[in-house]
């Protein structure tokens, strides 16, 4: 499913006019008429070291909020097979679960920590977000307290 998804993804972005009609999805004569300078970068999610190898192949990053080197090298190591059990992987996640997980809330130096795991673990990219109605407040912290923390 996820395949046929990046599939119609890139076709529409050629510029071209889409027909598909796939397992998963029908699409009838669709076309992004305003095109990004370059094809918006596909990146997908994976919660062990086998759907990161599946989904190598098809993606332009690997997005996770596990400091895990385990994925990152299964997802630099792959070489192309199908994300056909992406939906299996991926468990029913509550709130509590991600608070487990992940830094949330005012502590700076929760969210430093959490950015250095990351580091340590060979990925290239950190992004960071809020939820909730804050988001400025969470970016001026961001901005203030925890960048300087990893770059001084």
């Known amino acids: 499913m996820l395949e046929e998804a ?11 006019q889409v027909t598909h009609y796939g397992k998963h ?6 076309r992004i008429y305003t095109l990004p300078e370059q094809p918006v970068p596909i990146y997908l999610s994976a919660f062990g070291p086998k759907t990161a190898r599946r989904i190598a192949g098809i993606a332009d990053g690997f997005a996770t909020v ?3 080197g ?14 056909r059990d992406f939906e299996q992987a991926v468990p029913v996640v509550t709130e509590e679960q991600v608070a487990g997980q992940i830094p949330c809330g005012p502590d700076v130096d929760a ?8 580091a340590d673990a060979g990925f ?3 992004y960071v977000s809020q939820i909730g109605p804050e988001e400025d407040k969470f970016f001026d912290a961001w901005s203030s ?5 990893l770059t001084g």
């Open 145 to 149: 307290k925890v960048l300087p923390q």
């Open 70 to 83: 385990e994925l990152i090298h299964a997802y630099r190591e792959a070489g192309g097979p199908t994300p």
């Open 124 to 126: 290239d990219e950190v």
């Open 25 to 30: 999805y029908t699409v009838e004569q669709a």
């Open 6 to 16: 990046v599939e119609v993804i890139r076709r529409l972005h050629t510029g071209e």
């Open 66 to 68: 596990l400091p895990d």
């Open 111 to 118: 969210h430093a920590q959490a950015v250095r795991q990351f």
